[in-house]
């Protein structure tokens, strides 16, 4: 066994603090990581403070994962000691299901493997993520990750930058279209960047002002105040496409006033409580809501080495572990531009 050293959470109210505990030795298709950084997802807060009622524990959260190989199994062909890679929200699949075979794993009929406050598929031995020194992850699900790349501010793309990658792909948003991105945190960032470099007209679409300079630094070309009803009115029926990446309860309803007839809203947030449907501002306008969820392992690298030739990384500021805490505060207050990331050469201060 690997002693790996981490940060986790003992039951709902702990907190997170140091941990230590065991990764198994690599297997034949096993890759040994040394974590380098790892991204503080909002769904690690969700995770760690019991909030979707799924939570197991101890917890070591962590999905956003970028490191160095340090070691493979004897059957290892992908990658070799020394390589800059990933890891993301899932560390296996049932790879016999229609989802694996057609390289959507993160659909998996028999259910993905999440890679913390998940099991393995022997159904019982917990996975722990990547707040913590090392992972030992079977090579199917490691990502290549570019040199070229910052790697702690390309650690948001395993999951932020998935999550808004996939669905701008997958329903073609393209040069001409008029996009809104709907919030501007942590998910919303990456949907600007991604869809201003497909060519898209972009507009963030906030509840204040107060982020507009940011919006058009990342590449958004309008603003629109979603709390005012006027900029609203004459907004009206104009959009192609919009990203909503808000976990908090919104009005889905005035959104939907936003599309042009044809036009999709994709739902990449998650809010707590289930958010009321007017049928008519659907039917009127045989407009579609959608959702997505990250992407499959083909896919994520694909993002990422898009993002390499486009130079694309993720607006992050960098923290040590000890700060993990204070950082999940300020993410539910809305105080990071865009993303914490962990650096984790500050579990051996």
């Not at 990581?33 to 997802?41: D, E, P, R």
């Not at 790879?95 to 694996?100: A, I, K, M, P, T």
């Not at 390309?154 to 792909?169: E, K, N, V, W």
């Not at 070309?221 to 990446?245: C, E, M, R, W, Y």
Request: glycine share 12%.
């Amino acid at each position: 066994m690997i002693k790996a050293q981490g940060y986790a959470a003992q039951n709902a109210q702990s907190g997170l603090a140091p941990f230590t505990f065991d990764r198994r030795d690599p297997s034949d298709h096993d890759v040994v990581i040394q974590i380098l950084y790892c991204g503080v997802c909002h769904s690690d807060i969700h995770q760690v403070r019991g909030e979707w009622g799924n939570s197991t524990f101890p917890m070591v959260p962590g999905h956003e994962i970028v490191g160095r190989v340090t070691g493979t199994g004897k059957g290892v062909t992908k990658f070799r000691q020394g390589d800059l890679v990933g890891v993301g929200c899932f560390v296996d699949s049932c790879r016999e299901c229609g989802s694996c075979k057609e390289g959507v794993e993160q659909f998996c009929e028999g259910g993905m493997v999440l890679t913390y406050n998940g099991v393995e598929r022997d159904g019982k031995t917990p996975t722990f993520g990547g707040y913590a020194s090392t992972i030992v992850t079977d090579e199917n699900y490691v990502l290549r990750v570019p040199e070229g790349l910052d790697p702690a501010a390309a650690a948001p793309l395993l999951c932020a930058g998935i999550t808004t990658y996939s669905p701008l792909r997958h329903w073609k948003v393209s040069a001409g279209q008029r996009v809104g991105v709907v919030g501007l945190g942590g998910l919303g960032h990456m949907g600007v960047k991604f869809a201003a470099s497909f060519g898209a007209e972009v507009t963030v679409i906030s509840t204040s002002a107060r982020k507009e300079a940011d919006a058009r630094r990342l590449g958004a070309n309008h603003f629109l105040v979603s709390s005012d009803p006027s900029a609203l009115a004459k907004q009206a029926g104009s959009f192609d496409f919009i990203l909503d990446t808000v976990s908090a309860t919104h009005d889905i309803n005035a959104l939907l006033g936003l599309l042009r007839r044809d036009g999709t809203i994709v739902l990449v947030g998650a809010p707590e409580k289930p958010l009321p449907i007017g049928a008519f501002g659907l039917v009127m306008g045989r407009k579609t809501l959608a959702g997505s969820l990250i992407g499959g392992i083909k896919e994520t690298q694909e993002m990422l080495d898009y993002c390499g030739e486009k130079g694309i990384t993720s607006d992050v500021e960098v923290i040590p572990m000890q700060q993990v805490n204070e950082a999940y505060d300020r993410t539910v207050k809305g105080d990071v531009r865009y993303r914490f990331v962990i650096d984790m050469k500050s579990l051996s201060v």
